[in-house]
């Protein structure tokens, strides 16, 4: 290896261990996150090179005594009107050991560390790598392991960071970071970075922040280089075969908190029973459920007089469900009329069961829009088509889809964790089935949560690579210490820290982990969507006719007033 | 033995703590007198001082006074570090001289700099390479003396480095200042010894002395230039004496700041001075202060006329002698923060201390410089700095203002920044020093262990050299 010709940043000091040293660094000439290399010999493998990434700095001036700073302050003085001295200042940077190399392995295109058995020697130079070296260290760009850009290390803008595609699609991933912390741009680079391969995606949207990769399905093209691609928005519904829409209404009732005595509960299952009630042909699961109360309406009096004390509070509780259902459906579609007006295209859903190959196929990312329906139905639409996806691909049968991947936002939601008393939400077994089992078919999944520590932990711990971007809230960042084996306190400490679209990977999709400023690709943003910038949208609409449109109105309103006074 | 006689010597036994609850309770009441005759003496020479106009004042504006200053005045602060390897076999040390300047309010890199002036490392038991001539064969080390006796006129020639412009920078203008951490001349004679008949410090090398001039052909005493730096000159006290002259000769202020004020002699050398300006009480023909100005033609420094007769003078005098009042304690009480007395000649070299015999350098001691001596109080939980120059310019009081804001850098140390900086800079860390000896002490275990030396010879290293308490010897 060409050590000699690194530049030495700085000194081994004070005890070292297989797992860390400090040093100290002279001048500015690398910060945290960076990695750097010291020489070291070792028992069994003689002479070989340290890599190792700083994860804390420290920097003093033991000439600046903190009397000294008092006195600046209350004299309203600046040092360097007074004495004193500032070139005593030194950098004491913490470094955590990855691992080490041999001499001869820098030939190698890939370079695999191996386990330090002997403790770095105190006073060795500690060196910074060239971009080359760090590049064929860290980049993972095996072709086999379909390797996906997602940015570069923090520091080094030249030295790229690649995610093992394999190691996604096979494991899972979950991606965490409070609001702002740039998850939704980290999501749209990976899912470009599979959808390079045709990998076939089914993305959970309940803020419509993927509607924009339809929009900008040409930038997606050229970005990926897969000519194919393509972007499917489906319009969410609930839907269940006549066989399964008993379950499903009782499902939705008790989940809804509509919950029914024992005997309400006999009497509804009686009817659900009936299996003549449901149109063979028909999948909505809202029209069946208007079918059942029509049925319960009509057939009332055939019952038995116990049994027709129940009816009525049961029909209040369909009535009350196609109400809120009919609802959420309205919510969506006037949010998804925004979107079409503004070019996009929605199809209806199909039935995930009988046709999952819409869903999920080669070279295709699916968005179903979510936006608009509350949490429980939210979570029951995920949780049937998951189910439904997962049992296709598990069946092995021929013809069955594709390994597939599940991107689920608000993540929170979905696999709620006990606390949160959400613990019967319908996805959140589902989505614990697909990690734990996705493995063997090839249905992975990826988990974006704002409030990691409102996941499910079980669920959580199955992920196998992580990408924790800017969290700020204690207990967040607690609770993703201990799921993450990999994170060391100095990296938590780094989260609240951190910069929008800097963060920390770790997993099996790196070969280490890291720090990383994830890319970002302005041709894939659609400005036009959440820009939260409320304040200048209330300007620009009230100048642009705003201001008459509510003078006007105002006017009517006392014309109004006056007219119906005189009545 | 009886009964009785068994409870009498029981209760005639001495008991630690109450003996010790004894003790703090007598001394209890002695420690109020003492302080109540102190603080006597102190009204006492305040009332004096003050009478005479003999107390300063410096007003505490640190924004406006920084801002005065601002790019005018350029500030050197000298300080040396040590680092003594004393290992039986071995006398190794080196020294180190650093400088700090500083010049206030400039926003450039000049604002600061720092240059690790002169070094020495040296090994006095080893002939070649110590800076010491060593030809007497029964010569014995006096370790420390010949140290610090190094290492004080390592720092005092750098004063006039620093003076000359012979340094890093350019000469300094009289604008300017140096400081120097700890007095600017210390009482010499007891590190000279070179007459010292059964325990003789050995005279400086010449190559080292010629380091210590940076113009030799400028020289105050001639004799030092005429016979080459000739033996006779190459011992501590006349090349002490002539650094001294040289720094006294040169216009540019310079000042040496004392923190901790050592000594138990009552009254301290300062309040010795003063009582004898107030009252004129000391007789040229006694030993004393008047009988050493005589000596080298010096004058009282206050023109002012006595506050009392001679007969006071001595009273007071004797008060102090009886008690123990050193300098810092009695202006500690006498001054408010930002005051210092008008300064005063200090003996410092002593002539019935002067050697005497083979060398004894009567003519320098008539031309020594003494220090003039001020002390100057700058906070109010602090005891006061003791301030030395060998000139008094006429930008003493500006200079005054300078040391005082520059104390108050630090509000709770209290000592001037400058100094307290280089300090820090200069002094040879422990880490550093502890593993010099490690490795010195590897070496030589190392070199006998790889002679095939026999075991006896190993203990004998192994004892001579490891402490009873390192590991190799505690229990296993």
């Not at chain 1, 932990?457 to 700020?472: D, I």
Request: aromatic fraction near 8%; include cysteine; hydrophobic fraction near 35%.
């Amino acid at each position: 290896m060409t050590i000699n010709k690194w530049k030495s940043i700085g000194t081994v000091v004070g005890n070292t261990s297989t797992d860390t040293y400090s040093f100290v660094l002279g001048q500015m000439e690398a910060s945290v996150g960076d990695i750097v290399i010291t020489e070291s010999n070792t028992p069994t493998e003689g002479k070989v090179h340290v890599w190792g990434r700083i994860v804390t700095m420290e920097r003093s001036n033991p000439t600046f005594p903190n009397e000294f700073a008092s006195a600046l302050t209350d004299a309203n003085l600046e040092q360097f009107e007074t004495l004193g001295f500032n070139n005593s200042e030194y950098l004491l940077a913490e470094v955590q050991i990855m691992g080490c190399t041999k001499e001869k392995d820098a030939s190698h295109d890939s370079i695999e560390l191996m386990p330090l058995n002997y403790p770095v020697k105190p006073a060795n130079k500690v060196l910074y790598p060239d971009t080359d070296v760090l590049n064929k260290l860290l980049s993972g760009k095996k072709e086999e392991d379909k390797p996906i850009e997602i940015g570069h290390l923090i520091n080094r803008e030249k030295v790229k960071i690649n995610l093992k595609g394999e190691a996604l699609c096979s494991r899972h991933l979950a991606v965490l970071a409070q609001t702002g912390g740039g998850k939704t741009v980290a999501c749209r680079t990976i899912l470009a970075g599979l959808a390079k391969y045709g990998h076939p995606l089914m993305i959970f949207d309940t803020h419509g922040d993927y509607l924009g990769l339809y929009k900008y399905i040409d930038n997606l093209k050229e970005i990926t280089g897969n000519k194919d691609l393509t972007v499917k928005l489906l319009t969410p519904k609930l839907l269940a075969s006549p066989e399964k829409v008993g379950d499903a209404i009782s499902e939705i009732v008790r989940k809804l908190g509509l919950g029914m005595t024992e005997s309400q509960v006999g009497v509804f299952e009686n009817f659900v029973k009936d299996k003549d009630i449901f149109h063979a042909e028909e999948t909505d699961l809202l029209k069946h459920l208007e079918r059942l109360r029509d049925f319960i309406n009509k057939n009332r009096e055939k019952l038995d007089p116990t049994s027709k004390k129940s009816v009525n509070p049961i029909l209040r509780k369909i009535d009350i469900i196609i109400k809120k259902l009919r609802g959420m459906e309205q919510t969506n579609a006037r949010l998804r009329g925004m979107f079409q007006k503004k070019g996009l295209q929605f199809e209806d859903m199909s039935n995930s069961e009988l046709e999952p190959h819409k869903f999920v196929t080669q070279n295709q990312i699916t968005v179903l829009y979510l936006g608009g329906y509350e949490r429980v139905v939210s979570s029951t639409m995920v949780s049937i088509i998951l189910e439904d996806l997962f049992e296709d691909r598990s069946s092995m049968r021929k013809g069955r889809i594709q390994a597939f991947t599940a991107v689920v936002e608000e993540a929170h939601n979905f696999v709620p964790s006990k606390s949160e008393e959400k613990n019967e939400s319908p996805s959140l077994l589902t989505i614990r089935r697909l990690l734990t089992e996705g493995r063997k078919f090839g249905t992975s999944v990826i988990l974006i949560s704002q409030r990691p520590g409102r996941l499910d932990e079980t669920t959580l711990a199955q992920c196998n690579s992580f990408l924790v971007l800017k969290l700020v809230n204690p207990k967040d960042q607690n609770w993703v210490r201990s799921v993450m084996e990999q994170m060391s306190e100095q990296d938590a400490k780094w989260l609240k820290a951190f910069g929008k679209g800097q963060g920390y990977i770790s997993g099996n999709a790196v070969k280490f982990p890291l720090q990383v400023k994830i890319k970002y690709e302005d041709k894939l943003e659609w400005d036009e969507l959440g820009t939260e910038r409320f304040i200048q949208d209330n300007l620009d609409e009230w100048n642009s006719g705003g201001k008459e449109d509510r003078a006007r109105a105002d006017k009517d309103s006392k014309d109004i007033s006056k007219v119906v006074d005189k009545l | 033995m009886s009964e009785i006689r068994k409870k009498i010597e029981a209760r005639t036994q001495k008991n630690f703590f109450t003996e010790m609850m004894f003790l703090a309770n007598t001394t209890g009441v002695d420690q109020k007198e003492y302080i109540k005759n102190i603080i006597n003496l102190a009204e006492l020479l305040e009332g004096y001082l003050r009478q005479r106009d003999l107390i300063r004042k410096v007003d505490f504006e640190p924004n406006k006074y920084w801002k005065s200053i601002a790019t005018k005045k350029t500030v050197y602060n000298i300080d040396g570090g040590q680092l003594s390897l004393s290992i039986p076999g071995s006398a190794s040390f080196g020294i180190r001289v650093g400088v700090l300047k500083n010049r206030p309010g400039d926003k450039s890199d000049n604002w600061c700099d720092f240059s690790e002036s002169q070094t020495l490392t040296t090994n006095l038991v080893d002939r070649d390479n110590s800076h010491y001539e060593q030809q007497e064969e029964e010569f014995i080390m006096k370790y420390d003396k010949m140290l610090t006796g190094s290492r004080m006129i390592m720092e005092a020639s750098e004063v006039i480095k620093q003076q000359l412009g012979k340094g890093k920078w350019d000469k300094p203008s009289t604008n300017d200042i140096i400081y120097l951490h700890g007095p600017i001349a210390y009482e010499s004679t007891m590190y000279h010894l070179a007459t010292d008949e059964e325990n003789p410090i050995p005279p400086f090398k010449k190559e080292f002395c010629q380091t210590l001039f940076p113009d030799l052909n400028n020289v105050f005493f001639k004799d030092l230039k005429k016979k080459e730096l000739d033996i006779e000159f190459r011992y501590f006290l006349p090349l002490y004496s002539e650094i001294l002259k040289q720094i006294q000769a040169s216009k540019i202020p310079t000042y040496g700041v004392v923190e901790r004020i050592g000594g138990v002699v009552s009254p301290g050398p300062v309040t010795n001075a003063v009582l004898d300006e107030l009252f004129h009480h000391q007789s040229n023909k006694t030993f004393g202060r008047l009988y050493e100005l005589n000596w080298k033609k010096l004058d009282r420094t206050w023109d002012v006329k006595p506050v009392g007769t001679k007969s006071d003078g001595i009273k007071i005098e004797e008060k102090f002698k009886k008690r123990a009042v050193k300098d810092d304690i009695i202006f500690d009480l006498i001054l408010d923060p930002g005051e210092y007395i008008k300064p005063v000649q200090v003996i410092k070299q002593l002539q019935k201390k002067w050697p005497q015999g083979k060398y004894s350098y009567q003519q320098l001691f008539t031309q020594l410089a003494e220090p003039f001596s001020t002390f100057l109080k700058v906070s109010e939980d602090k005891r006061p700095l003791r301030i030395e120059t060998l000139n008094i310019l006429d930008s003493y009081d500006e200079d005054m203002k300078l040391t005082f804001h520059s104390a108050r850098l630090l509000p709770q140390y209290c000592f001037p920044l400058g100094l307290d900086t280089v300090d820090k800079l200069s002094k040879v860390p422990s880490w550093l020093r502890n593993s010099m000896r490690g490795n010195y002490i590897n070496n030589l275990l190392r070199k006998t262990l790889e002679s095939n030396a026999s075991k006896q010879q190993i203990n004998m290293v192994l004892k001579s050299f490891v402490s009873g308490r390192n590991w190799w010897v505690r229990p296993k």
